[in-house]
């Protein structure tokens, strides 16, 4: 009989079997690190340290936790040699406080003043021109030879002011390549303003890339740092930037060059830019599009040879391009394929500027026409002659005789969206007293950045169920039908209303939802999606719904509230969550009038309403922050998808300046805006000031003004 093995006698033979693999494991690190070490030594030299002074401290993005911004302290950060003749490229966001006075230190030469002379703002990068010479330049790995899987190292020099001593480093991979629309390369290895402008470098010592801040949804020199600290990094592959290198070595400190992303100026008819084909939505006036004779309905089926089935096709080989680069197009219009063999890009293109007639439309309606429920004084229409309950029946641009038919609100203000302000319309309208029809022209003027004092309460045809009569082409009846997909009555009883408080078991998230008792499926209603500030969590539903209750049923309004998993605010990457939140307890149970749907929140949540506004934009069609800055460069105003503007803040709030500071920013683009300043308060919600609540209210509920 053997004797069993004692638990020393197995413990000893289990340390011999696996004493090789402990040792195996040793050397692979030990060899790694080596690696690591002499890749951040070759590169060492090349790096510099770059310094500040003067200028804004304050950078307007919010910090979730104590709503304060984020102050950019005047601190080191890392550039990149990439001439042996004084120029250095860094990242755009150190210097997004605007210093006075740049210095760089170099390995072996010191310190000397810097000098911009070039940024490249699609990318984000900044060319400095130093009085030094002899500058050691690393070498670039090509962009072929960059694959996913392969180590990356993340070096910065704002950490250690002894540049003989290493660059500061931390290791990951590249995990993706071609990213932010074929721009960057993507990594694990942790990226931060501690080393912006650094080099993301191969284990072999050779460049890959220069660390920036990005975001593949936004732009600006703030673009991107709401993934900091996430896991997520990117670097601009150093082989593009050699070679759009001698363009910005044009500049000079008096004139820095500057490299604008190329424009073609069309967006997209679906809003879904993977599963759907990528037909033109709008084409912006004075555009290289519209001066090349693109149409809107225009099919891209090739974009510089390359077939295409989706818009982010077409994105990923437009977003890489730059200002005055060219691009070739194919597309099918109707039955035909049409070439554009050589389309010049630009740098900037015309805001549309959304044409205004100064009405309220009634809503609800599937009659032929539209039912004018208010007129605003003193606008185009007022001075046309045009009267309250008036019927619109047809529209035309001035001097034509292509009267177009519609029916109801939907199908006029898709037709509206193709006139800016300062175009001539005319309008058969039919009149509430005596049934006469008449023709009457009108000079669209821009959206009055105003509310008006009072607005009638009736607003609705209740028949929203009801499909809009057909009237017109059989494609206008189509959109309609497509644009605002209609509910069914409930079948069964009615549907749940007051406080809800609901799960997604997808999604493990939590929301609440308020529907007024007097809610009729008939009746389109308004959404307003509430963000709340930092660590409320949803314990403000009931607070909300005790202030917006009569507003919800005087207005017809519903209220959803999505909540953070995040003690400390919002963040971009939540984005889908809430919409899958919205969706699932709202779009999917409720009439909602997709005209007046609005991202509304304060301090955090604030920030989280811009974001959403810009990157919902099938849905979101008002914004409005309190106490909360616009972080980002604002997208361009798009035509088909309106979006407009209420802006709150304390005149107390830290931060007011920088509340203030977005309108100039939205406007410049031509979105309506208005901004409201309260007196004597502080970061306090709007119920301390109930008259600017109001008029909010009322803003809501004038969105679809046309």
């Known amino acids: 009989m053997t004797r069993p093995a004692s638990r020393f006698t197995l413990i000893i033979s289990a340390a011999l079997v696996v004493s090789p693999v402990w040792s195996q494991d040793s050397d692979i690190n030990a060899a790694n690190e080596k690696a690591m070490k002499e890749a951040a030594a070759r590169v060492a030299p090349c790096i510099v340290r770059i310094e500040t002074s003067g200028g804004q401290d304050t950078i307007v993005w919010v910090d979730p936790a104590t709503r304060q911004p984020i102050r950019k302290v005047v601190g080191p950060t890392t550039g990149v040699a990439v001439d042996a003749d004084g120029y250095v490229i860094t990242s755009t966001f150190n210097f997004a406080n605007k210093p006075t006075d740049i210095f760089v230190a170099v390995q072996g030469k010191g310190r000397s003043v810097a000098k911009v002379v070039g940024t490249d703002q699609t990318r ?16 670039a790995m090509p962009k072929k030879e960059i694959q996913v899987g392969q180590w990356a190292l993340a070096l910065g020099r704002s950490l250690d002011p002894n540049l003989e001593h290493a660059p500061s480093l931390s290791a990951g991979i590249v995990s993706a390549v071609g990213r932010i629309w074929g721009k960057a390369i993507q990594t694990d290895a942790k990226v931060s303003p501690n080393n912006y402008g650094g080099p993301l470098v191969a284990v072999d010592g050779r460049v890959q890339g220069i660390l920036v801040p990005a975001s593949p949804s936004s732009e600006g020199e703030n673009a991107g740092i709401e993934w900091y600290d996430s896991g997520i990094g990117f670097a601009i592959p150093l082989e593009d930037i050699l070679a759009v290198l001698p363009r910005l070595k044009q500049g000079t400190p008096e004139k820095p060059a500057v490299l604008r992303g190329g424009l073609l100026g069309v967006t997209p008819q679906n809003a879904d830019q993977h599963g ?17 004779e693109i149409k809107n309905g225009d099919q891209v089926i090739t974009i510089d040879g390359k077939p295409v089935s989706n818009w982010a096709q077409v994105l990923h080989t437009l977003r890489p391009k730059y200002e005055g680069d060219t691009v070739a197009l194919k597309v099918k219009r109707g039955d035909k394929e049409i070439e554009f063999p050589k389309i010049i890009l630009q740098g900037s293109q015309t805001a549309f500027d959304n044409g205004f ?48 038919p519609f029916s109801g609100r939907d199908q006029f203000s898709a037709l509206m969206s193709l006139f800016p302000a300062n175009a001539e319309v005319s309008l058969q309208v039919k009149r509430k007293d005596g049934g006469k029809v008449e023709t009457l022209t009108a000079r669209l003027v821009p ?43 409930p079948k069964g009883g009615k549907v749940e209303t007051g406080l809800l408080r609901r799960k997604n078991a997808a999604l493990g998230r939590e929301y609440w939802v308020y529907v007024p008792r007097t809610y009729d499926p008939n009746v389109a209603h308004g959404l307003v999606i509430w963000l709340h500030p930092a660590g409320r969590q949803g314990r403000d539903a009931d607070d909300m719904t005790d202030l917006w209750e009569d507003f919800c049923e005087e207005r017809n ?66 914004v409005a922050p309190h106490g909360a800055v616009l972080a980002s460069q604002p997208k361009d105003n798009v035509p088909n998808q309106r979006l407009q503007f209420f802006i709150t803040a304390g005149e107390k709030d830290p931060i007011v300046k920088d509340v203030v500071d977005s309108k100039p920013k939205l406007t410049e683009k031509k979105y309506c805006v208005i901004l409201r300043v309260l007196k004597d308060q502080g970061k306090q919600y709007l119920d301390e000031d109930p008259k600017t609540l109001r008029e909010l209210v009322r803003w809501i509920d004038s969105l679809d003004r046309l």
């Open 124 to 139: 984000m990068l900044t060319l400095l021109k130093v009085d030094m010479k002899g500058l050691l330049v690393p070498d």
């Open 276 to 292: 759907a084909a990528a037909v033109i939505g709008t084409v912006a006036p004075e555009s290289a599009a519209q001066k090349a």
């Open 357 to 404: 007639l100064g009405i309220l439309p009634m809503r609800d309606d599937p009659e032929p026409g539209l039912e004018v429920r208010y007129v605003y004084p003193g606008s185009p229409v007022d001075k046309a002659g045009i009267k309250v309950g008036d019927r619109i029946m047809q529209i035309a641009p001035d001097n034509s005789k292509q009267f177009r």
């Open 447 to 489: 959206l009055p950045e105003d509310v008006p004092d009072e607005l009638p309460k009736e607003s609705t045809k209740k028949h929203a169920l009801e499909k809009p009569k057909a009237v017109g082409p059989r494609q206008a009846k189509k959109e309609e039908e497509k644009a605002e997909p209609k509910k069914e009555a």
């Open 557 to 622: 309004l519903i209220m959803v509230g999505p909540i953070s998993k995040n003690s400390e605010g919002w963040a971009a990457s939540e984005a889908d969550a809430i919409m899958g939140d919205v969706e699932e307890g709202v779009l999917n149970q409720y009439t909602i009038d997709r005209q007046r749907v609005v991202a509304h929140g304060a301090g955090i949540g604030g920030q989280m309403a811009y974001y959403l506004g810009f990157h919902a934009r099938d849905l979101i069609r008002g």
